[in-house]
């Protein structure tokens, strides 16, 4: 049996709409509601069909299971027993001297109630950003909530790094379906923002292929990214295309659409239509709001 709030994170971790969804399958919006509520039904198939959309395994979407629906399931090769684990009672420690209620951390996660303690129970991980947004709640490091330190007092210089996950290679180009592609065991798969930029939202960071944004960005620099689906008109922005290419691209909005626009003036705008911005869809999956060149 589907598992609503398993499908549910997966789709907001990797930056697809639910309505997108639903309407994939031919169903309305209400559609995932009435599968949670038993008004309706979801057979294997679809269940099938909605992991593989996600990147994710059939096991992952399903109730019952214990299998981690992060990246790190993807990569049979990884050694589960070497990444360092979320601490439920550390944080729990830190909620009850903050005197944060029970719910509220799931509110500011964004996730259905009874999220933490089912991730608590083993029957998923939290996902890196999760991590981050509740090391900026409770106040302390990404390092202490995962057991990588026991000091949980964060450093009085304000600059004190926060880890971020960096995802690789976005094109600057083509758009590749590569957004995925991370290895927790690798030092260049992290990147440390300020933890004074990590209170203003959630963040992850995508290297950079191609020349299509140059001389702004150039290939193999890594963006920093908020997490964020509108954006203002000539912001730059990760853009998804048909839910699982990505392309980082300077955005115009327009009465009747967006326009894609490179920055290298040897690629054309793509101008997408209002009904081809949610046919396809095309969905923005953040502001580029840094850019770190490579040495």
């Known amino acids: 049996m589907v598992d609503i709030d398993k499908l549910k994170a997966v789709a907001r971790y990797k930056g697809v709409k639910l309505s997108a969804l639903c309407k994939e399958l031919g169903e309305d919006p209400s559609y995932f509601d009435k599968v949670k509520r038993g008004l309706r039904r979801m057979d294997d198939n679809r269940i099938a069909y909605l992991a593989d959309r996600l990147g994710t395994s059939f096991e992952s979407l399903t109730t019952g299971s214990k299998v981690v629906f992060s990246d790190t399931h993807l990569n049979p090769s990884i050694d589960h027993a070497r990444i360092p684990k979320f601490s439920f009672e550390r944080m729990e420690k830190l909620r009850v001297e903050k005197g944060l209620l029970p719910g509220y951390m799931e509110t500011y996660l964004d996730v259905p109630s009874g999220y933490l303690k089912r991730a608590e129970n083993g029957e998923f991980e939290l996902f890196p950003q999760q991590v981050v947004k509740l090391s900026v709640l409770l106040d302390t490091t990404y390092d202490y909530l995962m057991g990588l330190t026991d000091d949980p007092a964060i450093p009085l210089d304000d600059q004190t790094g926060v880890k971020i996950k960096v995802f690789g290679d976005v094109a600057a180009g083509i758009p590749i379906k590569q957004i995925d592609n991370f290895d927790p065991e690798d030092a260049d798969s992290w990147e440390e923002i300020n933890r004074k930029m990590a209170r203003g939202g959630v963040y992850f960071a995508l290297r950079i292929k191609g020349d299509s944004m140059e001389p702004r960005?150039?290939?193999?620099?890594?963006?920093?990214?908020?997490?964020?689906?509108?954006?203002?008109?000539?912001?730059?922005?990760?853009?998804?295309?048909?839910?699982?290419?990505?392309?980082?691209?300077?955005?115009?909005?327009?009465?009747?659409?967006?326009?894609?626009?490179?920055?290298?003036?040897?690629?054309?705008?793509?101008?997408?239509?209002?009904?081809?911005?949610?046919?396809?869809?095309?969905?923005?999956?953040?502001?580029?709001?840094?850019?770190?060149?490579?040495?």
């Open 217 to 295: 960005i150039f290939d193999g620099d890594t963006v920093i990214v908020r997490y964020q689906d509108t954006i203002e008109s000539g912001e730059t922005a990760i853009v998804a295309i048909n839910g699982d290419e990505a392309t980082c691209k300077r955005v115009t909005l327009t009465s009747d659409g967006l326009i894609l626009n490179a920055n290298n003036p040897k690629y054309a705008p793509r101008f997408f239509s209002s009904e081809a911005v949610q046919k396809l869809p095309i969905t923005i999956l953040g502001k580029v709001v840094e850019v770190r060149g490579k040495v």
